[in-house]
């Protein structure tokens, strides 16, 4: 069975807003052909990562749970294709196409995730672009899963092969349908009151946590942006990315943590493209920062994340002071979350999948996403800012390094934009996906975060 944060994704899903994440992995040439390279790794290793070969399964009415099953036609070539860019192959031709790729939903009768395999590439590199749906897996889990498909060395790494082999199950038939439905709809309202009681519970608790969580970023207060309202079905992609000993060295000047540095150049990045646009807000955005609730070892797949919110202060003009804002803002933000802030996410979501059924979820989303409420209707936040540890060593593919690793997550109705990091062993790397309509230019904010990362260099370097 989905389980309700998982479902939740799958049932909010719209044309206009695929919830898949996305990575963008740039290597060398390996000497041998990238898709044969592809074809035997994922060949050898599959059964590592057991989401891969998952596909989703519904009632006809729609009334029952979600569930996932081993694909009985599952073919590894439905999932990989091979594509050239346009000449001259830079980053700009990458971003084109990666936009295109993000704004296509996954097809749903196939385990739900797609490799694109990108030659054309200056430099002599080439690019393994990787969408997999949200309900799939989270940050957390396809960080790990980068360690089964790629290699520690250059000579490549030897796996075990499977202890048992691979068995599909059969596709469900309609008596099975009757029974699963018939028992979600007796079921329903009994786990509807457990997560209710758990909502109240939570929001009492950090009621009782003490006065300054008031203080801190709440649901529904985010100003209005140019980039905030109804999604179209276009993405606009930016990449770019620092060295990771900047963003420590930072770090240590300034007594922050590597967020509070990621988050800081977050907000100067959209002070930039706001100024530009003369659509400077006077009080600060509110940015959605998801946070992982994911045990160490835990590695299943679905979603195990929470969040907090967090004020970004574009109205400030000094960096300096942007950071120590930040800084105290999130040290504000997460104690809240340890005073139950951090499980309503996931209660919340389990409310709504158990007060309804998926038909009456998936209809009220493509209503609100036909009609363009998010256009008239108070937004949750303005924006999404993602911090995912990566790999904290070199990574290799057939032999040849891997040398940026490039993180993506989805925009949601209201809010559309995501700015999504992750720390390799020498870069930190900025993917920004945006509603193409509300942000053509969305490369504005890869340039301006780069360049803010080196103006708090330079005033670390001050600060001795």
């Not at 006065?211 to 179209?232: D, K, M, Q, V, Y």
Request: one cysteine or more; a negative charge.
């Amino acid at each position: 069975r989905v389980t309700s944060l998982d479902a939740g994704m799958l049932l909010a899903e719209t044309p206009e807003m695929p919830m898949h994440t996305m990575g963008v992995i740039v290597a060398e040439r390996p000497a041998v052909p990238l898709m044969d390279t592809m074809r035997r790794v994922l060949t050898e290793r599959i059964h590592w990562v057991p989401p891969f070969r998952r596909r989703l399964v519904e009632g006809p009415l729609q009334l029952g749970d979600l569930h996932w099953i081993e694909d009985p036609d599952f073919a590894l070539d439905h999932h990989l294709q091979g594509v050239a860019v346009r000449a001259p192959g830079g980053m700009r031709e990458l971003a084109e196409f990666v936009g295109a790729f993000a704004a296509r939903p996954l097809d749903r009768s196939k385990p739900l995730w797609e490799v694109a395999l990108v030659e054309g590439l200056e430099d002599d590199t080439i690019a393994i672009v990787a969408k997999i749906h949200h309900a799939a897996m989270d940050g957390g889990r396809l960080v790990s899963i980068l360690g089964y498909l790629f290699d520690l060395s250059p000579e490549g790494d030897a796996w075990p092969p499977p202890e048992e082999a691979w068995v599909p199950d059969r596709r469900p038939s309609l008596l099975w349908y009757a029974t699963d439905t018939a028992r979600t709809l007796v079921e329903k309202p009994a786990h509807a009151l457990r997560a209710i009681a758990g909502v109240a519970e939570s929001i009492l608790d950090g009621a009782l946590s003490g006065h300054e969580r008031a203080e801190g970023a709440r649901l529904f207060e985010a100003p209005p942006t140019p980039f905030n309202g109804a999604l179209s079905r276009r993405r606009a992609v930016a990449m770019a990315d620092v060295a990771f000993e900047d963003v420590k060295a930072i770090k240590r000047a300034f007594g922050a943590t590597v967020n509070d540095v990621v988050l800081a150049a977050s907000c100067a990045a959209a002070r930039d493209w706001l100024l530009a646009r003369d659509a400077l807000p006077d009080r600060p955005l509110v940015a959605n920062v998801p946070v992982t609730v994911r045990a160490r070892g835990d590695d299943d797949a679905g979603n195990r994340v929470s969040m907090i919110l967090v004020h970004l202060p574009v109205e400030v003009a000094d960096p300096a002071e942007r950071l120590a804002r930040i800084r105290a803002e999130t040290a504000r933000a997460k104690e809240a979350h340890g005073h139950g802030g951090g499980s309503v996410l996931e209660q919340f979501t389990d409310v709504l999948t158990n007060l309804t059924v998926p038909w009456f979820l998936t209809h009220a989303v493509q209503l609100y996403s036909w009609s363009h409420l998010a256009d008239r209707l108070p937004f949750f936040w303005n924006l999404v800012v993602s911090n995912l540890p990566g790999p904290p060593v070199p990574l290799y593919c057939a032999g040849a390094r891997v040398l940026r690793i490039y993180p993506f997550g989805p925009v949601q109705q209201g809010s559309g934009l995501n700015l999504t990091v992750m720390s390799t062993a020498d870069r930190l790397c900025l993917g920004a996906m945006a509603c193409g309509e509300m942000m053509p230019d969305v490369e504005r904010i890869g340039a301006a975060f780069v360049e803010e990362i080196a103006l708090l260099k330079g005033l670390a370097a001050g600060r001795g």
